[in-house]
C-alpha cells in the first residue's frame, strides 16, 4: 500500500477509535448519571429515624444550675446541652480525633473511607475507622449494628441525608446528646455530670479526652470498671490531639499525669418533693425552672438530715424559707429522708394539712389590732371560761389573771386568745386566711373558737405564706417556687390581711418575746406552736428579709410524746437563718401612725381593757347604717353608711384602712374590700369611734 493510502487508511482508523471512545465516553456520562440519580433518589428517599431523642426532664434552680433530673423512659440519662454550652477545647479535640474533615464531607468522607479499606486489606485486619460523626449519629439514632455491611450501609444512606436534612451544628448537637458514656449515660453532660460531677462547659484536657474516648467502646472504657483501658484510651485521644496540633507536647503529657475518676457520681437530686409536684403539674414540660437558691437548698438538706439523729427513727423534718416581699421559695425541703419507709419520706410535709397549735394566735392577735379591739398593752382576762361547753385551758394549766395582750402572746396564752376569737368570730379568722391564699380545713367547714387553738388543717407552706404577710405589712402575697410566677413589684393589688400599724405590732411583741439563753440574740419574730397530742412540732420566724417555717414529727400523724416547738422546732429555725448566709436583717421600724405606748394608762380608754364596758358621752358618734352583723351586696357607688352624732369631719376605715378621710357629709358611700367580713368604723374629729362588723357579699 502506497503512502498516501497508508495515511488514509490511518486517519480512518482514529476517527473510528476516536468517534468510539466518544460514544464510551457519553455512556460511561450517561452511566454515571443515571448511578447519580439512582443514588440521589436512594440518599432522598430515605425514611430517617426520630431526629429528636426524648432528654430528661430537668428542674433547674434560680440560677439555672441543675437541682434534679429524671431518666428518660427507658431509664438512661440523657440531657439536653447546646454546643455553645460545651467547652471548645473538647469540642476541638472531638473533631480532630473523630472526623477532621466534617466541616466539608458530605455526610461520608470518602478519603476516609478508602485509607480505611486499604489498611484493611494490607493488614489484614481493621486499623482505623473511616465513620464520620455524621454516621456515628446515624448509628445512634437507629442504636444500629456496626458488624455488618448491611449496618454500615444503612449508616452510609441515614449520614448522607442526614447531611441533607440538618446543618452541621444540629449534627453535631445529636451527637452531644447521644454518645455513649458507660452504662445507662448519654451524652456529654450526662458523661460529665456523672464522672467529674460537674457541667461540660469547662473541661481539663484529661477530662475532654475521656469524654471522646468511652464512647468508642463503653463498655469497656468506664474508668470505675476499666481504668487501665479508660487510661490507654484517653491517653491515645492526648497523643493524637497533640500531633494534629490541637495540644501543644507539653499540655498533652500533663493530661495525662491526671487521676481518672474512680467512680460514677449521683446526678443532683435536690428539692426531690418539689421536683415531683411541679413534674405531675405540667407532664409536658422538659425544664422547671424555679426560684430555688441551690446554696441554700443544700444547706437545708444537710441540716434536715442532721436533726434525724434527735428524733425518733419514725419521725422527720421539714424546712421552707421564703422571701416575703416577692413571694419566691428559696429553699423548700420535703422531708429530711425521701427514700426512708420507716420516715414515709416520700410524704411532702411542706404541702401536708397539720394542726399548727399555736402558730395561728399571731393572726388573731393582729386582727384583733387592726380592727382597734386591742393594742399590745391592753389588759386581757387569763382566767377559766366556759363557751357552751367549750372550757379551753393553758398548757401548762395555770392561769394568770389580767396581762397584757403582749404578754398574752408572747407567753402562748390560751384563754385571751380565745376570748378574742369570739370577739372576732372564728369565721373570721377562716376567712381572713383563705382571702391571703391560705389552705384552711375544718371539718363541715364551720369553724368554731377551737380554730385558734389548732382546730384547723393548715400546711406548713399555708403557715408561711401567712407569716410572710404580716413580714410584709399584713398584704398577703402567694408564695411561689415557679421562675417567673412571683409578681414582685407588679401593680396587682394585693389582698390586706392586716393594716400595716398591727403588723408591725405583732412582729414587735414576738421579737420581744423571751427565748433560751443557748440561742443566738438575733432580730427574729418568732412564735412555736405544738399541736394536740404533740403530734406536730412547730417554729415560724422572719427577719427583714427572710421567713422560715419548721415542722417536725410523724408523716403519718402519730404523736410523738415530750416533742413541742419550742424544744424541737425553734433550735432548727435559728439553724435556718445561721445557713442562710448572712446575719438576720433588723425588722423594719413602726409604719407612720402606730400608737406606741409606754404603759397601759395612756391608751384610750377602750383600750385599756379587752371586754370593758366603757360608757361614751352622748354626742359620740354612732353608726346608723349599715348595722353590726348585715350582710351587703355593693352597690354602684359603693356600700351606703350614715354616722349620727359625732364633730364632723369624719374619717372611715375598712379593716383598719381608710376608705374615706376628712369627710363632712353624714352619709356616704364606700368601696368596701371583698367578699369577706369587713370591720367598719368611722373616727370624728375629736378622736372618738364607732364600728360595726359586716359581710360584704
Known amino acids: 500500500m502506497s503512502g498516501p493510502a497508508r495515511r488514509r487508511a490511518a486517519g480512518f482508523a482514529r476517527a473510528a477509535t476516536s468517534a468510539w471512545g466518544v460514544r464510551v465516553g457519553l455512556v460511561a456520562l450517561a452511566v454515571l448519571g443515571l448511578l447519580g440519580l439512582a443514588l440521589d433518589r436512594w440518599v432522598a428517599s430515605t425514611d430517617l429515624p426520630p431526629l429528636t431523642p426524648e432528654m430528661s426532664v430537668e428542674v433547674l434552680a434560680d440560677d439555672g444550675r441543675l437541682l434534679r433530673a429524671f431518666t428518660v423512659a427507658d431509664g438512661r440519662w440523657r440531657l439536653a446541652v447546646d454546643p455553645g454550652q460545651v467547652d471548645p477545647g473538647y469540642l476541638g479535640m472531638l473533631i480532630a480525633y473523630e472526623d477532621r474533615r466534617f466541616a466539608t464531607h458530605p455526610g461520608v468522607d470518602a478519603r476516609a473511607l478508602a485509607r480505611a479499606a486499604w489498611q484493611a486489606l494490607r493488614y489484614g485486619r481493621v486499623v482505623s475507622g473511616g465513620s464520620t460523626l455524621t454516621m456515628q449519629v446515624a448509628r445512634l439514632l437507629e442504636d444500629g449494628a456496626t458488624g455488618s455491611w448491611f449496618g454500615k450501609v444503612r449508616q452510609l444512606r441515614v449520614a448522607l441525608a442526614l447531611e441533607r436534612r440538618l446543618s452541621k451544628d444540629e449534627i453535631l448537637a445529636l451527637y452531644l446528646h447521644l454518645a455513649p458514656m458507660g452504662g445507662n449515660l448519654e451524652g456529654v453532660r450526662a458523661g460529665a455530670l456523672a464522672w467529674f460531677g460537674k457541667e461540660p462547659t469547662r473541661l481539663t484536657e484529661a477530662e475532654a479526652a475521656l469524654l471522646i474516648a468511652v464512647p468508642q467502646a463503653p463498655a469497656l472504657r468506664t474508668p470505675d470498671v476499666h481504668p487501665e483501658e479508660a487510661r490507654e484510651a484517653r491517653d491515645r485521644v492526648l497523643a493524637r490531639a497533640s500531633e494534629l496540633g490541637v495540644l501543644d507536647a507539653e499540655a498533652a503529657s500533663a493530661a495525662t499525669r491526671e487521676a481518672l475518676p474512680t467512680a460514677r457520681r449521683a446526678f443532683p437530686a435536690l428539692a426531690p418533693h418539689l421536683a415531683d409536684r411541679l413534674r405531675a403539674a405540667d407532664p409536658d414540660a422538659g425544664v422547671h425552672r424555679t426560684t430555688l437558691d441551690v446554696d441554700v437548698q443544700v444547706a437545708l438538706e444537710e441540716l434536715a438530715q442532721g436533726a434525724l439523729r434527735e428524733l425518733p427513727p419514725e419521725a422527720t423534718v421539714a424546712l421552707l424559707v421564703a422571701d416575703p416581699d416577692s413571694g419566691r421559695i428559696l429553699a423548700s425541703v420535703g422531708s429530711a429522708d425521701y427514700g426512708s419507709e420507716t420516715r414515709r419520706g416520700y410524704v411532702d410535709m411542706t404541702q401536708a394539712l397539720r394542726s399548727p397549735g399555736s402558730t395561728l394566735k399571731p393572726l388573731v392577735y393582729g386582727l384583733a389590732f387592726s380592727d382597734g379591739l386591742a393594742h399590745p398593752e391592753t389588759i386581757l382576762d387569763d382566767r377559766p371560761e366556759d363557751y357552751g361547753g367549750y372550757a379551753p385551758q393553758n398548757f401548762d394549766g395555770v392561769f394568770r389573771g389580767p396581762v397584757s395582750a403582749r404578754e398574752a402572746l408572747q407567753a402562748s396564752l390560751n384563754l385571751p386568745v380565745v376570748a378574742l376569737t369570739e ?268 364600728r360595726v362588723r359586716v359581710e360584704v357579699r
Open 423 to 690: 370577739a372576732l368570730g372564728p369565721a373570721r379568722l377562716l376567712a381572713e386566711m383563705r382571702q391571703a391564699g391560705v389552705e384552711a380545713i375544718v371539718p363541715g367547714d364551720a369553724p368554731g373558737l377551737a380554730v385558734s387553738l389548732g382546730g384547723v388543717g393548715v400546711s406548713l407552706e399555708g403557715l408561711v405564706q401567712l407569716y410572710a404577710a404580716i413580714a410584709r405589712g399584713g398584704e398577703a402575697r402567694p408564695l411561689t417556687a415557679i421562675a417567673g410566677a412571683a409578681a414582685d413589684g407588679d401593680a396587682t393589688p394585693l389582698p390586706r390581711l392586716l393594716t400595716p400599724q398591727a403588723a408591725w405590732q405583732i412582729a414587735d411583741v414576738l421579737a420581744g418575746a423571751p427565748r433560751a439563753a443557748r440561742l443566738p440574740d438575733w432580730p427574729l419574730a418568732v412564735k412555736t406552736g405544738t399541736s394536740s397530742g404533740h403530734r406536730d412540732a412547730w417554729a415560724l420566724g422572719f427577719d427583714g428579709a427572710h421567713v422560715v417555717g419548721v415542722w417536725v414529727g410523724r408523716a403519718d400523724g402519730t404523736p410523738v410524746p415530750g416533742m413541742v416547738g419550742a424544744n424541737a422546732a425553734t433550735p432548727l429555725l435559728y439553724e435556718v437563718f445561721a445557713r442562710l448566709g448572712t446575719q438576720p436583717e433588723p425588722l423594719p421600724p413602726a409604719p407612720p401612725g402606730t400608737r406606741i405606748v409606754a404603759s397601759n394608762g395612756a391608751l384610750p380608754a377602750h383600750l385599756q381593757r379587752f371586754g370593758a364596758r366603757v360608757v361614751e358621752p352622748d354626742d359620740a358618734p354612732q353608726l346608723t347604717f349599715p348595722p353590726d352583723g348585715a350582710a351587703l351586696v355593693p352597690l354602684a357607688g359603693g356600700v351606703p353608711a350614715r354616722v349620727e352624732r359625732g364633730q364632723a369631719p369624719f374619717t372611715w376605715l375598712a379593716n383598719g384602712a381608710p376608705v374615706a378621710v376628712a369627710t363632712y357629709e353624714r352619709e356616704t358611700r364606700l368601696a368596701l374590700p371583698g367578699p369577706g367580713f369587713v370591720t367598719l368604723a368611722v373616727v370624728d374629729a375629736e378622736g372618738r369611734a364607732a
